[in-house]
């Protein structure tokens, strides 16, 4: 019942709008910040929940089932990031996925990270304070003026990489798509760069606005870390996601939060053991997740496959954002971020003589518009998806037009 319970109700027939509760009294544009769980994909989890209360939920009955489920999962994600199971760990949130191989790696005092100027504040603390703990310094990658299109942004990474690369420099830590910018990094040509480099710098790829959205399959095998969450642009539930890991951070990175699921022997404690932990990225999986989330995940991928394969689905999203960016582009107050329509569904942008960002959010939400503000730079952020129509971006700038 492993892979069977994961979508038990779903109706190819219905729209994706149709399938989420959430989309059926706002309109919705934050699918950056969390995506709509659809009703199969509910149903799945609570189906899960079920079995293994049925099951267990502490028997030698349930084991198989968990197994199974976790097992699934694995290969489920593997597959999608183009990377063999025994290099996917599960994780419970893209943070947790960047952070616990991270903080394995082999550094020595005096090693630089390289960090790119439009990462999300809670991976940048992280590199700060293993910088502070293991005497590390930080230099920046400048990518947030990129603006325009994949070959002048391709080409600019490029430039600034090769400005901003040192002798020492140990560890890059880049985005694949820009959390507020929209903008696409050409994770495969930096990996390939960071491979020339004498030291072979580690690439960390945080895949939060990536994942679900765009096809992930090359970047995510050629990065040495890549983790994603299943709650954003993949529609599952929050609290589950992955990290594909190369085979060098399995030989070379060290378990750092450690717990029953690290271990290739659970069964007993060993304190004469020098390598207790599993070789596979287990080593950097911890201990009880909620299992039933695996199946509501399996479900919303499962499907996003039934409304299109993985380059049909991102090119609608590149239409409808396309969209979105020319109507605001007609708006004489409006300013997009990008000087061009994005290839992704993020669309930032900002308004002259208008009410702070964070006032507007709210403005608009209490017309059931919602859309969210960033602070770095300061600007507001729509979002694009399959479920997104053309009279929902009309709606958006026409009640842009009047307060601008």
């Given at each position: 019942m492993?892979?069977?319970?994961?979508?038990?109700?779903?109706?190819?027939?219905?729209t994706?709008k149709?399938?989420?509760?959430?989309l059926?009294?706002?309109?919705?544009?934050?699918?950056?910040?969390q995506?709509?769980?659809?009703?199969?994909?509910?149903?799945a989890i609570?189906?899960?929940?079920?079995?293994i209360?049925?099951?267990g939920?502490?028997?030698?009955?349930?084991?198989?089932?968990?197994?199974?489920?976790?097992?699934?999962?694995?290969?489920?994600?593997?597959?999608?990031?183009g990377?063999?199971?025994?290099?996917?760990?599960?994780?419970?949130?893209v943070?947790s996925?960047?952070?616990?191989?991270?903080?394995?790696l082999?550094?020595?005092a005096?090693?630089?990270?390289?960090i790119s100027?439009?990462e999300?504040?809670g991976?940048?603390?992280?590199?700060?304070?293993?910088?502070?703990?293991q005497?590390?310094?930080?230099?920046?990658?400048?990518?947030?003026?990129l603006r325009?299109?994949?070959?002048?942004t391709?080409?600019?990474?490029?430039?600034?990489l090769?400005?901003?690369?040192?002798?020492?420099?140990?560890?890059?830590?880049?985005?694949?798509?820009?959390?507020?910018?929209?903008?696409?990094m050409p994770?495969?040509?930096?990996?390939?760069?960071?491979?020339?480099?004498?030291?072979?710098p580690?690439?960390l790829?945080?895949?939060?606005?990536s994942?679900?959205?765009?096809?992930?399959?090359?970047?995510a095998a050629?990065?040495?870390?890549y983790?994603?969450?299943?709650?954003?642009w993949?529609?599952?539930?929050?609290?589950?996601?992955?990290?594909?890991l190369?085979?060098?951070?399995?030989?070379?990175?060290?378990?750092?939060?450690?717990?029953?699921?690290?271990?290739?022997?659970?069964?007993?404690?060993?304190?004469?053991?020098?390598?207790?932990?599993?070789?596979?990225?287990?080593?950097?999986?911890?201990?009880?997740?909620?299992?039933?989330?695996?199946a509501?995940l399996?479900?919303?991928?499962?499907?996003?496959e039934?409304?299109?394969?993985a380059?049909?689905?991102?090119?609608?999203?590149?239409t409808?954002?396309?969209?979105?960016?020319q109507g605001?582009s007609a708006?004489?107050?409006?300013s997009?971020?990008?000087?061009?329509?994005?290839a992704?569904?993020?669309?930032?942008f900002?308004?002259s003589?208008a009410?702070?960002?964070?006032?507007?959010?709210q403005q608009?939400?209490?017309d059931?518009?919602?859309?969210?503000?960033?602070?770095?730079?300061?600007c507001l952020?729509?979002?694009?998806?399959?479920?997104?129509s053309?009279?929902?971006?009309?709606?958006?700038?026409?009640a842009?037009?009047?307060?601008?």
């Open positions: 492993g892979d069977t319970s994961s979508n038990p109700t779903a109706d190819s027939s219905l994706w149709q399938l989420c509760p959430a059926q009294n706002k309109t919705y544009f934050n699918y950056g910040g995506g709509p769980l659809p009703t199969p994909s509910l149903e609570t189906a899960s929940w079920k079995r209360q049925e099951l939920p502490f028997t030698t009955d349930v084991w198989p089932f968990i197994a199974a489920e976790v097992n699934s999962t694995r290969r489920r994600l593997a597959e999608l990031c990377v063999p199971p025994h290099r996917l760990a599960l994780s419970e949130n943070t996925g960047c952070v616990l191989p991270l903080w394995g082999p550094f020595d005096d090693d630089r990270l390289l100027d439009c999300h504040p991976v940048v603390a992280a590199c700060v304070e293993l910088a502070r703990r005497g590390l310094s930080i230099d920046s990658l400048p990518v947030k003026h325009g299109d994949q070959p002048s391709d080409a600019g990474l490029a430039e600034a090769e400005q901003s690369l040192t002798p020492r420099t140990r560890l890059v830590v880049l985005s694949h798509l820009l959390w507020n910018t929209g903008q696409i994770i495969a040509a930096v990996a390939e760069r960071l491979h020339q480099h004498p030291r072979k580690y690439l790829v945080d895949a939060a606005q994942f679900g959205q765009i096809p992930v399959a090359e970047a050629r990065a040495d870390i983790a994603f969450t299943g709650h954003k993949a529609c599952g539930p929050e609290g589950l996601g992955g990290v594909a190369s085979q060098r951070v399995l030989e070379q990175g060290q378990p750092t939060l450690i717990g029953w699921r690290s271990l290739r022997d659970e069964s007993k404690a060993d304190l004469s053991s020098a390598d207790p932990f599993h070789h596979d990225s287990r080593r950097f999986e911890v201990a009880t997740s909620c299992v039933p989330l695996m509501g399996r479900s919303s991928l499962d499907l996003m039934q409304h299109g394969h380059e049909a689905r991102w090119q609608r999203i590149q409808l954002s396309s969209d979105l960016w605001l708006l004489a107050a409006v997009p971020l990008l000087n061009q329509p994005p992704s569904g993020l669309v930032s900002q308004i003589n009410p702070a960002p964070a006032d507007l959010v608009l939400g209490r059931g518009i919602w859309i969210r503000d960033l602070a770095d730079p300061s952020r729509a979002c694009t998806h399959i479920s997104t053309n009279e929902e971006i009309d709606r958006l700038i026409t842009l037009s009047t307060i601008s």
